[in-house]
């Protein structure tokens, strides 16, 4: 297999792992105890989780798009 293309698989698996883990652990997180206070407001606990899921699925797809580019 060619090392540019080996490379580019790489990318693409580890998007495909960020997409298919962090949508389970936003699951999770939602259903925590510590994710809404006494009234059912988000805490903070749920705003930094939620950012934290954002950012890692925003980089992951932006790593799975630049994996495909790269094969071509």
């Known amino acids: 297999m060619d090392l540019p ?11 495909l792992w ?13 259903k925590d105890d510590r994710a809404r206070d006494a ?4 805490t903070t606990f749920f705003k930094v989780h939620a950012i ?10 932006a790593v799975g798009v630049l994996g495909i580019l790269t094969l071509f």
């Not at 009234?39 to 988000?42: A, E, L, M, V, Y």
């Open 5 to 15: 293309v080996a490379w580019s698989l790489l990318l693409i698996v580890t998007a």
């Open 39 to 42: 009234s059912g407001k988000p």
């Open 18 to 30: 960020n997409v298919f883990i962090w949508p389970q652990f936003w699951r999770r997180v939602t």
């Open 52 to 61: 934290l899921i954002s950012v890692s699925l925003v980089l992951g797809i």
